[in-house]
């Protein structure tokens, strides 16, 4: 009788452990994607840059900024960036489009800042992408 209680409590027991594994299902495989920026980026001009970069003159407080994200895919990224000015802490938060560009007011992320003008740019990714760069930082002397 007792053999026969155990053997009961031990298919419980691995049929408990058997349910566990299958709710959890698969973890998704991280995927690494490299990214750029091109276009217009506080007055100066970018093209493919995705590593910390001094660029001259890249500080215009009027107008406005249209960049593209190259390598932007649905699948990958979600649809905003973070721009963080790392001097006065300013923080602009984009919207991407469905080609890949986003804007945003050069005033409302450079201010009125004279000097060093230093703004790091991280895109938002889907839970399994890792970002190659994970962010990158545009920087300028004045």
């Known amino acids: 009788m007792k053999r026969f209680l155990f053997g009961i409590a031990l298919l419980g027991l691995l049929a408990c452990n058997s349910d566990e594994g299958s709710s959890t299902g698969p ?29 001259n003159g890249l500080v ?21 960036v973070q721009l963080t000015h790392l001097q006065n802490m300013t923080h602009v938060s984009a919207s ?31 839970a399994n992408v890792v970002l190659n760069p994970e962010s990158f930082i545009l920087y300028s002397n004045r």
Do not use: C
Request: hydrophobic share 30%.
């Open 27 to 55: 973890a998704q495989e991280p995927v690494t994607v490299n990214w750029s920026l091109s276009g217009t980026f506080g007055g100066g001009k970018v093209d493919s840059v995705n590593v910390d970069t001094h660029v």
């Open 96 to 126: 991407i489009d469905a080609d890949g560009y986003f804007s945003f007011d050069n005033m409302e992320l450079f201010g009125l800042r004279d000097g060093t003008n230093s703004v790091r740019i991280t895109p938002s990714a889907k």
């Open 60 to 80: 215009s407080r009027s107008g406005s900024s249209r960049v593209h994200l190259n390598g932007y895919d649905t699948g990958y990224f979600e649809n905003t």
